[in-house]
């Protein structure tokens, strides 16, 4: 079974950039992507971006597409999520999870612990 760390998580003025990073443990060849979602206290997990593990093929939501890259270092089995001029809107618990590489939540059975993102001033 995958095991997700997710790492980074901090408070950052809005306009800052950071870096979350999903360490995997037990992948095989039958994983297929890695996204990361984001949740708000009352609200369902958002879809962000994912990544195949296979090939590197991204996806984005709207919302971050033009703000947020993702990459990975497969000697490191490790994914990245480069947030760059960051906004309020985007403080959320951010959550990795392995799947299928749809943008729906229900779609991935492996989830790390999450990390807290803050963006105030």
């Known amino acids: 079974q995958v095991q997700l760390v997710e790492s980074g998580g901090r408070l950052v003025q809005p306009g800052g950039s950071l870096t979350l990073s999903c360490a995997a443990s037990g992948l095989t060849f039958r994983n297929y992507a890695l996204a990361w979602f984001r949740q708000t206290p009352g609200k369902e997990r958002e879809f962000v971006a994912l990544?195949?593990?296979?090939?590197?093929?991204?996806r984005f939501a709207d919302s971050v597409k033009d703000r947020f890259t993702i990459f990975k270092d497969d000697a490191k089995k490790t994914v990245y999520l480069q947030m760059y001029r960051l906004k309020p809107e985007d403080t959320a618990i951010y959550y990795c999870?392995?799947?299928?590489?749809?943008?729906?939540?229900?779609?991935?059975?492996?989830w790390g612990q999450g990390t807290q993102v803050t963006v105030s001033s």
């Open positions: 990544i195949l593990w296979t090939g590197g093929q991204t």
């Open positions: 999870a392995d799947g299928s590489g749809s943008p729906y939540a229900h779609d991935y059975n492996s």
